[in-house]
């Protein structure tokens, strides 16, 4: 827990360390977690927001030998393929993974997605994206609920490209920063925060509006 800990306040480093090491091996690292984050829900605990963010500045540096282009290319693909595959795993298989695994599958993280959907509608796959946790369980909530395929995957191309042009370059341009890179940690934990923010509201607002016994 501890070395996961350092690798997700540090992925900066670790990236451009492994990248280094193993060259374009990187793109196929990449492909995984995000594949990985967004299409199993089993795995919402990998990086998604703070990785693309890394991502965008370790290959800011000339010398990374990480070409932004590819990587963004690479993750657009990611992205959509593992959407995909959630919202297939929840059409077929959505009752059966969450009585196979509801230790991980909390039911708190389906109840708040299955709240976004009923609020916002298929634009939940769009929001879904920068929202840790429900970026992981809305495509299979989407499945298991049988939204419209086709439907879908247009909120899942468009989510998946915003997402991309969004937070790669804000990386590229700005984590280069001295005072970012000095303190990329702070950084990491202001983007789980900043995600993760429209999901405590939610939270709160439902908690204070709740009548008086």
């Known amino acids: 827990m501890k070395e996961f800990l350092d690798i997700f306040l540090h992925i900066n480093d670790h990236l451009s360390e492994f990248t280094?090491?193993?060259?374009?091996?990187?793109?196929?690292?990449?492909?995984?977690?995000?594949?990985?984050?967004?299409?199993?829900?089993?795995?919402?605990?990998?990086?998604?927001?703070?990785?693309?963010?890394?991502?965008?500045?370790?290959?800011?540096?000339?010398?990374?030998?990480?070409?932004?282009?590819?990587?963004?290319?690479?993750?657009?693909?990611?992205?959509?393929?593992?959407?995909?595959?959630?919202?297939?795993?929840?059409?077929k298989f959505g009752h059966w993974v969450v009585m196979k695994f509801p230790k991980i599958i909390k039911p708190e993280h389906l109840d708040k997605t299955h709240d976004f959907f009923?609020?916002?509608?298929?634009?939940?796959?769009?929001?879904?994206?920068?929202i840790p946790i429900i970026r992981?369980?809305?495509p299979f909530v989407a499945g298991s609920g049988a939204m419209n395929f086709q439907r879908f995957?247009?909120?899942n191309i468009?989510?998946?490209?915003?997402?991309v042009i969004l937070l790669l370059p804000a990386g590229y341009f700005f984590g280069s920063?001295?005072?970012?890179?000095?303190?990329?940690?702070?950084?990491?934990?202001?983007i789980v925060f900043i995600s993760a923010l429209p999901v405590m509201i939610e939270v709160l607002k439902a908690k204070f509006s709740k009548p008086h016994q």
């Open 153 to 155: 995957m247009a909120y």
């Open 20 to 91: 280094k090491q193993h060259g374009t091996l990187v793109y196929l690292f990449v492909f995984t977690i995000i594949f990985c984050e967004t299409g199993l829900v089993v795995t919402p605990f990998l990086p998604g927001d703070s990785l693309l963010f890394a991502i965008g500045a370790v290959s800011a540096d000339p010398d990374s030998g990480l070409n932004l282009w590819m990587a963004a290319t690479v993750i657009t693909i990611a992205a959509i393929l593992g959407d995909t595959a959630n919202y297939w795993i929840g059409r």
């Open 177 to 190: 920063i001295p005072i970012v890179k000095e303190h990329f940690e702070l950084v990491v934990i202001g």
């Open 118 to 130: 009923n609020k916002h509608g298929g634009k939940t796959i769009i929001m879904a994206r920068f």
């Open 136 to 138: 992981t369980f809305a």
């Open 158 to 163: 468009l989510g998946a490209f915003l997402w």
